[in-house]
């Protein structure tokens, strides 16, 4: 039941009727329901692994306060092995079975691995990161362990992130999860204006360009100014989608008075890769520098030793989007982007003060945006053949071939909507760039508005969702994760 | 502040959804919504007429061959078939006319297996809602009951109530998308310097009549015929062969035999209902279809002279 269908609009009339009928802890039984069916809605059998997934990790971090020298340490890793076990297991089985058995054919052994087809439970990824964050954090004593399982269960299964995210920290999520059935309601509408924005970015944007990205499925056929309009496309389809799933969960959190944790800042206004990662899916990134850069010694070490863990981590979270080749290339390049930019502030001092100045920033942003997208090129080519096809092309070894593509598009009477498109992503980013905000912040400032204008944004941006839907909407990116 | 703020959207959604029902007022922006009436119409402009032909565009050669096979006058059979108007939207096309005081002496209907899959659509939807009269929504909901996602089915119920976009706009959907984005249906032409292999094309109006599909269906048809059987004295469900189903193949025999014996059981719990198996070997032929469900001009000239020959076997008066 993903945001932008009609059941999930049903779903939502029915569970606020419910939310605005009942009190205390009642209403948050009626949350926790709502959130299980929301999930079961995908494939009932998932639910039990997500319970399963509760229970663990409320009852050992129970055990992990109370519990003093090995034997905490102990029942950490028994927390850490179950939650990386089951995404190990769910994951990333059939992609190592697939990879081990290719790799022993490369070097002549025959061998009959098992096709593992193991179908992969919605938002995984999402809430494991989040259930192993709570443990680590109650074993770091940063947290006290939750003792109430209803406020745990909430803060696992709260339906607006549970299946993308953001992924939540326990310290700011479950005090907040413990309000919801001890205080009285108290809704923040401008919510409504969140869920308009993200559905529009979605359904009428995201869903609009995504037929041009369909270039990096043959990329050796493809003009390559085809393929760079492809990577455009892909750029701000994946931002407009994920950014708007996040928005639609911003705001729907917001109506039952939760505050997320902002998940973009316009991250195509970056000017370099640490830039970038502060921008972009900022839960993940916080959690990557939190949980795995910061253990593995951080910037702590030697300067060899800070890049092998910068990259360590990129490598990792190129493999957290998704078990195939690509990802992890998609990773590494970031990771090299980061290592190189730091290698480049400490071998030249004063690249700092010339990045500082106010007349390179966009130039440099500009140049950074197309870095990043021959980086989207990777993470959306599939296959490892794919990648390369499309790098050779983007990095012009064949040149770009601008006319003979626009002639054909003429020819095809394809022009207009190619124009209208380009108009639209230097557009976004040129917003990008003069508004370098969140979309929280930016929507806090359009509910300051008069009530009229307010109401007429807001209502036409649901109602344009509405009118440029796709006849079969599309599920969001980021669910594959 | 916070109510102040609620009217204030849902006056301007409001405003929008009056924008949106004359955006449906007009022949060109809203044509799905504009074909509703005409069947409607078409029954009331045709007092005379006895016998009605129902259900969607697989049934829209029935009435000539009724007028034949009975020897009937032209005006006394009307055609109130509507394009996409399976089993529900007959259901509710069927009530709406009872509810505008219209009896007939029998009321036909047609179904392939086409029709018992269920693919949800925004049309679809609005056609149900705009037909079907307010006191008599609780026989949609037991058929969505039957559906895959009952959820849906109650939203694009609540959409259509409040917005007409929904349903209606899908034809400007379109228009709009292309406008701005170009064709969506996945053309790699746009960027291809030399045309790849082509992709085979999808079995347009195909189903394969899986269990999950047939439930919707039957609960569908079973409504349908019994909002006939208030509408008319007798009622006939014609049981048409799509192109699947009309192959010579293990598989497709084993399908025709589940289609015909899940009807017969179903017309044996209703009084007053005929079933006519349109499933002669002569219309057994893929090559008179132009799609998966639709006959082409050859296949609906024999399948005229079959369904009238059936016809002139049956008796025109009532049935007991």
């Given at each position: 039941?993903?945001?932008?269908?009609?059941?999930?609009?049903?779903?939502?009339?029915?569970?606020?009727?419910?939310?605005?009928?009942?009190?205390?802890?009642?209403?948050?039984?009626?949350?926790?329901?709502?959130?299980?069916?929301?999930?079961?809605?995908?494939?009932?059998?998932?639910?039990?692994?997500?319970?399963?997934?509760?229970?663990?990790?409320?009852?050992?971090?129970?055990?992990?306060?109370?519990?003093?020298?090995?034997?905490?340490?102990?029942?950490?890793?028994?927390?850490?092995?179950?939650?990386?076990?089951?995404?190990?297991?769910?994951?990333?089985?059939?992609?190592?079975?697939?990879?081990?058995?290719?790799?022993?054919?490369?070097?002549?052994?025959?061998?009959?691995?098992?096709?593992?087809?193991?179908?992969?439970?919605?938002?995984?990824?999402?809430?494991?990161?989040?259930?192993?964050?709570?443990?680590?954090?109650?074993?770091?004593?940063?947290?006290?362990?939750?003792?109430?399982?209803?406020?745990?269960?909430?803060?696992?299964?709260?339906?607006?992130?549970?299946?993308?995210?953001?992924?939540?920290?326990?310290?700011?999520?479950?005090?907040?999860?413990?309000?919801?059935?001890?205080?009285?309601?108290?809704?923040?509408?401008?919510?409504?204006?969140?869920?308009?924005?993200?559905?529009?970015?979605?359904?009428?944007?995201?869903?609009?360009?995504?037929?041009?990205?369909?270039?990096?499925?043959?990329?050796?056929?493809?003009?390559?100014?085809?393929?760079?309009?492809?990577?455009?496309?892909?750029?701000?389809?994946?931002?407009?989608?994920?950014?708007?799933?996040?928005?639609?969960?911003?705001?729907?959190?917001?109506?039952?008075?939760?505050?997320?944790?902002?998940?973009?800042?316009?991250?195509?206004?970056?000017?370099?890769?640490?830039?970038?990662?502060?921008?972009?899916?900022?839960?993940?990134?916080?959690?990557?520098?939190?949980?795995?850069?910061?253990?593995?010694?951080?910037?702590?070490?030697?300067?060899?030793?800070?890049?092998?863990?910068?990259?360590?981590?990129?490598?990792?979270?190129?493999?957290?989007?998704?078990?195939?080749?690509?990802?992890?290339?998609?990773?590494?390049?970031?990771?090299?982007?980061?290592?190189?930019?730091?290698?480049?502030?400490?071998?030249?001092?004063?690249?700092?003060?010339?990045?500082?100045?106010?007349?390179?920033?966009?130039?440099?942003?500009?140049?950074?945006?197309?870095?990043?997208?021959?980086?989207?090129?990777?993470?959306?080519?599939?296959?490892?053949?794919?990648?390369?096809?499309?790098?050779?092309?983007?990095?012009?070894?064949?040149?770009?071939?601008?006319?003979?593509?626009?002639?054909h598009l003429a020819e095809l009477q394809e022009l207009a909507p190619v124009y209208v498109c380009l108009a639209l992503f230097a557009s976004a980013w040129l917003l990008q760039y003069?508004?370098?905000?969140?979309?929280?912040?930016?929507?806090?400032?359009?509910?300051?508005?008069?009530?009229?204008?307010?109401?007429?944004?807001?209502?036409?941006?649901?109602?344009?969702?509405?009118?440029?839907?796709?006849?079969?909407?599309?599920?969001?990116?980021?669910?594959?994760? | 502040?916070?109510?102040?703020?609620?009217?204030?959207?849902?006056?301007?959604?409001?405003?929008?959804?009056?924008?949106?029902?004359?955006?449906?007022?007009?022949?060109?922006?809203?044509?799905?919504?504009?074909?509703?009436?005409?069947?409607?119409?078409?029954?009331?402009?045709?007092?005379?007429?006895?016998?009605?032909?129902?259900?969607?565009?697989?049934?829209?050669?029935?009435?000539?061959?009724?007028?034949?096979?009975?020897?009937?006058?032209?005006?006394?059979?009307?055609?109130?078939?509507?394009?996409?108007?399976?089993?529900?939207?007959?259901?509710?096309?069927?009530?709406?006319?009872?509810?505008?005081?219209?009896?007939?002496?029998?009321?036909?209907?047609?179904?392939?297996?086409?029709?018992?899959?269920?693919?949800?659509?925004?049309?679809?939807?609005?056609?149900?809602?705009?037909?079907?009269?307010?006191?008599?929504?609780?026989?949609?909901?037991?058929?969505?009951?039957?559906?895959?996602?009952?959820?849906?089915?109650?939203?694009?119920?609540?959409?259509?109530?409040?917005?007409?976009?929904?349903?209606?706009?899908?034809?400007?959907?379109?228009?709009?998308?292309?406008?701005?984005?170009?064709?969506?249906?996945?053309?790699?032409?746009?960027?291809?310097?030399?045309?790849?292999?082509?992709?085979?094309?999808?079995?347009?109006?195909?189903?394969?009549?899986?269990?999950?599909?047939?439930?919707?269906?039957?609960?569908?048809?079973?409504?349908?015929?019994?909002?006939?059987?208030?509408?008319?004295?007798?009622?006939?469900?014609?049981?048409?062969?799509?192109?699947?189903?009309?192959?010579?193949?293990?598989?497709?025999?084993?399908?025709?035999?589940?289609?015909?014996?899940?009807?017969?059981?179903?017309?044996?719990?209703?009084?007053?209902?005929?079933?006519?198996?349109?499933?002669?070997?002569?219309?057994?032929?893929?090559?008179?279809?132009?799609?998966?469900?639709?006959?082409?001009?050859?296949?609906?000239?024999?399948?005229?002279?079959?369904?009238?020959?059936?016809?002139?076997?049956?008796?025109?008066?009532?049935?007991?």
């Amino acid at each position: 039941m993903s945001f932008t269908t009609i059941s999930f609009l049903t779903f939502c009339i029915v569970f606020f009727a419910g939310h605005a009928l009942l009190r205390g802890r009642a209403r948050g039984y009626w949350l926790l329901l709502a959130s299980a069916f929301f999930y079961g809605s995908w494939d009932v059998r998932f639910l039990a692994l997500l319970v399963g997934s509760v229970f663990v990790d409320f009852f050992v971090a129970l055990a992990v306060a109370r519990a003093e020298g090995v034997r905490r340490k102990r029942l950490l890793l028994i927390s850490i092995g179950f939650n990386l076990g089951v995404l190990a297991f769910f994951k990333y089985a059939g992609f190592f079975v697939a990879s081990a058995s290719e790799l022993l054919t490369r070097l002549g052994v025959a061998n009959s691995a098992p096709a593992l087809e193991i179908v992969l439970p919605v938002g995984i990824s999402f809430y494991t990161f989040q259930t192993l964050s709570y443990t680590v954090d109650v074993y770091r004593k940063r947290l006290p362990a939750c003792r109430d399982l209803l406020d745990f269960a909430l803060y696992v299964m709260f339906f607006p992130q549970l299946v993308a995210g953001p992924i939540e920290r326990a310290e700011r999520l479950l005090p907040q999860m413990r309000a919801v059935s001890r205080e009285p309601w108290r809704p923040d509408l401008s919510g409504l204006a969140l869920i308009a924005l993200g559905l529009f970015k979605k359904i009428a944007l995201a869903d609009g360009v995504r037929a041009y990205t369909d270039a990096f499925s043959a990329p050796d056929r493809a003009f390559p100014a085809a393929l760079w309009f492809a990577t455009y496309a892909f750029a701000f389809q994946i931002y407009w989608d994920f950014s708007g799933y996040s928005d639609v969960a911003i705001g729907l959190a917001r109506l039952l008075g939760v505050e997320l944790m902002s998940n973009f800042r316009a991250p195509y206004a970056a000017t370099g890769p640490s830039d970038f990662w502060r921008r972009w899916h900022i839960s993940l990134s916080e959690w990557l520098r939190d949980y795995l850069y910061i253990p593995l010694g951080g910037n702590r070490g030697s300067a060899l030793r800070t890049q092998r863990n910068l990259l360590l981590t990129m490598l990792l979270g190129g493999l957290w989007h998704g078990a195939a080749w690509h990802f992890v290339l998609w990773g590494a390049f970031h990771g090299l982007l980061l290592c190189a930019a730091r290698a480049l502030a400490e071998r030249w001092p004063g690249w700092r003060q010339l990045a500082a100045r106010p007349w390179l920033r966009p130039l440099q942003a500009l140049v950074f945006f197309h870095i990043t997208c021959l980086g989207w090129a990777l993470f959306r080519a599939q296959t490892l053949e794919a990648c390369f096809q499309s790098w050779h092309k983007l990095l012009l070894f064949e040149g770009l071939q601008l006319r003979p593509w626009l002639a054909h598009l003429a020819e095809l009477q394809e022009l207009a909507p190619v124009y209208v498109c380009l108009a639209l992503f230097a557009s976004a980013w040129l917003l990008q760039y003069l508004q370098p905000r969140s979309t929280k912040d930016l929507v806090v400032q359009v509910w300051g508005w008069p009530l009229l204008p307010r109401a007429l944004a807001v209502a036409s941006l649901a109602y344009l969702a509405m009118l440029l839907a796709p006849l079969k909407p599309p599920a969001f990116i980021y669910f594959q994760f | 502040m916070r109510a102040r703020a609620l009217v204030a959207l849902l006056l301007t959604l409001a405003a929008l959804a009056w924008l949106d029902r004359w955006i449906g007022r007009w022949e060109e922006g809203g044509p799905y919504r504009q074909e509703i009436p005409r069947p409607i119409t078409a029954v009331m402009r045709a007092p005379e007429a006895q016998h009605i032909v129902l259900g969607c565009s697989t049934s829209n050669w029935f009435a000539p061959a009724i007028a034949a096979g009975w020897k009937l006058p032209g005006r006394e059979v009307v055609d109130a078939h509507m394009s996409d108007c399976l089993q529900a939207c007959t259901l509710a096309e069927a009530r709406r006319l009872q509810s505008l005081g219209r009896h007939f002496r029998t009321a036909t209907f047609g179904v392939n297996t086409f029709e018992y899959c269920e693919e949800y659509r925004e049309r679809r939807s609005m056609q149900e809602v705009e037909l079907m009269p307010l006191a008599d929504t609780l026989d949609l909901a037991r058929v969505y009951l039957h559906s895959t996602d009952p959820l849906r089915y109650a939203g694009g119920w609540l959409m259509n109530q409040v917005s007409l976009t929904y349903g209606n706009t899908m034809w400007l959907q379109r228009h709009a998308r292309k406008l701005w984005f170009g064709d969506e249906g996945g053309s790699s032409a746009w960027f291809e310097r030399e045309p790849g292999p082509r992709r085979k094309r999808s079995n347009v109006f195909g189903c394969d009549y899986s269990a999950a599909d047939r439930d919707f269906g039957l609960a569908a048809t079973r409504g349908a015929l019994r909002a006939m059987l208030d509408l008319a004295d007798r009622v006939q469900l014609v049981l048409l062969p799509d192109r699947d189903y009309a192959a010579d193949t293990e598989v497709a025999r084993t399908g025709r035999e589940l289609f015909v014996a899940e009807h017969r059981a179903l017309v044996a719990q209703l009084q007053r209902v005929e079933l006519i198996e349109l499933l002669d070997p002569t219309l057994l032929d893929p090559q008179l279809f132009r799609d998966g469900a639709h006959l082409n001009s050859r296949g609906v000239k024999r399948a005229r002279a079959v369904l009238s020959a059936s016809l002139s076997e049956l008796p025109q008066a009532s049935l007991p």
